[in-house]
């Protein structure tokens, strides 16, 4: 049950877009559309913001989009905006009837 | 509205024991799969332990024959018995509620604020 692999940051000016990767193997990610994200500030409980693969809870700006390409998925956030700045991590299901998290991206908003 | 309250998190030495609890209001309990999420200081999120609706449980290796998850449907409350802890189980612990027919509960839709463990002599 090893991390996913995540960057560790990422940035960009307000209005751009970043993605923001998650790796996993056929065991996790690659196998099971079960990929969520979570967003979360400083303090407080993660909110989920995208679920299986990529579709969006209600109330989650559609600034945010998820996508998957093999063992590898994906979290963009276009629009960039201040209140983005946070901290991010994927999840999987796996083969293990568990869950596993990504090692987290810290988004900076230059 | 869903709510979820963990307490139970305090101070304990290596080798000692604690349960978490979580109560929940706003949903009928029994009908979903719950989980736990710890987040050591600083670090990342953790899948620790999880329950399905009907009683299943699964469990991270890292955890799995010194963790016990339960539920009680009818005081709409999970806990997560601790025992032979750890310094590295030193953690918020987070519960969580998986979405509506999930079996284990890896998407989580709703989480509590968390409540410290703090394993140390």
């Known amino acids: 049950q090893s991390a996913l692999t995540q960057p560790a940051s990422v940035s960009g000016s307000p209005g751009q877009s970043i993605t923001i990767s998650c790796t996993g193997t056929?065991?996790?990610?690659?196998?099971?559309?079960?990929v969520s994200w979570y967003q979360q500030h400083p303090g407080t409980a993660p909110k989920i913001m995208i679920y299986?693969?990529?579709s969006r809870p209600s109330g989650v700006s559609d600034r945010f989009s998820g996508s998957k390409s093999g063992n590898t998925a994906s979290l963009t956030i276009s629009g960039l905006q201040a209140e983005d700045e946070a901290d991010y991590y994927c999840s999987s299901y796996t083969k293990s009837n568990t869950g596993v998290f990504g090692t987290g991206t810290k988004v900076t908003v230059l | 509205e869903v709510q979820l309250v963990e307490s139970g998190g305090g101070l304990v030495q290596p080798g000692g024991s604690l349960r978490l609890s979580c109560v929940v209001s706003g949903f009928t309990f029994s009908s979903y799969a719950m989980t736990w999420v710890r987040q050591a200081p600083g670090k990342g999120l953790e899948w620790v332990s999880g329950i399905s609706n009907s009683g299943s449980t699964f469990y991270a290796d890292s955890v799995k024959g010194r963790f016990t998850i339960s539920r009680d449907n009818s005081k709409n409350t999970l806990y997560l018995q601790m025992n032979s802890l750890r310094v590295e189980d030193t953690a918020v612990y987070y519960c969580a509620r998986g979405r509506k027919g999930a079996v284990v509960a890896v998407t989580l839709d709703y989480w509590g604020q968390g409540t410290l463990v703090t394993v140390s002599s």
């Open positions: 299986d693969v990529s």
């Open positions: 056929s065991s996790d990610v690659g196998g099971y559309n079960y």
